[in-house]
């Protein structure tokens, strides 16, 4: 059964001032995510209301990961916060607790911050020897 | 509030049967679906190598110049991916696990020649 | 202001088979303060996705976690199913849901053994866990595994179960059920479990929605939230509403799980008494395109997937937010304040599965 998913894209200035109008809605923050995309980040804020399903998303550039925190008005960002941290090198601006990229000690820093093979594989040919769906 | 709800069954378990076997002794059978090992029967292999491509372990070394089709029995997680694409149907999930072993190496089958074609007619 | 101790906890804790660090600073017996840290298991299974076929990561996908495996296969693939619009056969949504239940009473049965085990009680944890074989053995006999069973593909399942079969398991659940009953009531009405969990690491049901609680640790203060309400697999077809309790303590946090147990025998009877004919797989044509959050309840709680994609055999990116990821913050704050006695007690009760919130 596909859920009603709603999709709202906000900018980095706006981002607080939106999380804290869904904090005093009593929303429930389900996750935030983000995903490397050939032209930069795109970070996905999701929030939850009695099923109901509500997403914010924002773009920031590569060159400039920096992105104000929410850890100050969902307390529980914090741990989200802190592996996009690890995992992608955003820095979050005035996280409450900061690990300060210890959260995830992987061998290579920022080990996801790649272009994904399948973006990668989009401008090339498709590799000939992948075998077709079964 | 009570204390002797777990007296009660530990009383019962006094006198009843182990719920465990003593196992190198007494080994369960396994059931027909149990996930256990790769086996091939060689004579149907035709040395496709989609086994070898397909498999998400990349336990399976198939070469065809020398007729040589290897598992590494450690590496295989028995998903039974294999066993599905399989265009021959050569490959099987036994239910039985493969045997312990101290070293990591892989087991290979040597495939015999294709029968030759009876002629057409 | 007395004396303030740091006292390292885990990640090799006796009572803890889980590998999260906590640095509880006390004043004297009470935890004032507690930071966590993970980390110490991440595989990046993520990543993965960029060297896996899209079809050959659901396999991936079931290993991220030994308990609830099962939903975790399957909710990689009801995202992909979403993403590119597959018609699955009712018949293997059913399945799905029979051995989603299934994971509930093993996960659930697997928690309250090892709860039994943190305060003590050797022979409860060993009589529960002698109840679960029998759950593991259902898992053995229909999927071939007792911990990761690969039976869920994108487009359906793998294998089939006959009708006879379920009716069976069924019954197998039915004899079961006044055993597990008969353990159950140790754990609610035994004097000596009440001393160990009853008013401790209580949290609101206001707290716990603004921390992000999911599962059990939400609906044991009161709130029905479960995610099976959105109606993935089958469970439009069942009847069953969600576990709650008020207390929201740790007894309330059992007490839920132990519902549910009962919940999921309900569940598999119901299906096994109307099990639908038909295939147990559709074709999967082409490759996704798009985007999905998919939302499922594992026994720990919702875990969210979020799939992207652009048409490549390999995703773009794959996510997911497991449900002890989002309970940690209210362990946090559940733990200060408490005795420095019930912190292995109370960091139990969230149910904690560090290597599934670590990927």
Known sequence: ????????????????????????????????????????????????????????????????????????????????????????GITFEGLVLDFKGTLYKTAKPFAFNEIPVACAAKSAPANPAAPAAG | MSFFGMTKILLTSLFRRPATRLYPFEVRAPYPATRGSIGITVEKCILCGICMKKCPAMAIQVDKPSRRWAIDRLRCVACNYCVDVCPTKCLTMKPEYAAPTVTRDTEPFTIPPPAPKPAAG | MSKRTIIPFGPQHPVLPEPIHLDLIVEDEKVVEAVPSIGFIHRGLEKLVDKRDFLDYVFVAERICGICSFTHGMSYCIAVEEVMNLPVPERALALRTFWAEIGRIHSHLLWLGLMADAFGFESLFMHTWRLREKVLDIYEETTGGRVIFNVCKPGGIRRDVTDEKMRDYAKVLNDLEPEIREINNVFMNDKTVHHRMCGVGVLSAADALKLGCVGPVLRATGVAQDMRHLNYAWYSQVNWKPATRTAGDCQARCEVRIDEIYQAIDIVRQIAGKMPAGEIACKVPGTPNGEYFVRTEQPRGEAVYYIKANGARNLVRFRIRTPTFANIPALVKALQGCDLADVPVLALTIDPCISCTER
């Not at chain 1, 009603?4 to 809605?25: I, S, Y």
């Not at chain 1, 399903?53 to 920096?66: A, H, K, M, Q």
């Open chain 1, 1 to 88: 059964m596909r859920e009603n998913q709603t999709t709202e894209t906000v900018t980095p200035a706006d981002l607080v001032g939106k999380v804290r109008e869904f904090a005093d809605a009593n929303w429930r923050l389900v996750q935030i995510c983000v995903t490397r995309l050939p032209e930069g980040f795109e970070l996905n804020y999701t929030f939850d209301k009695e099923y109901a399903f509500r997403n914010l998303r924002l773009s920031i550039p590569v060159e400039v990961p920096v992105l104000p925190s929410v850890s100050g008005v969902y307390w529980n960002a914090f741990l989200y916060e802190n592996e996009m941290h690890d995992l992608f």
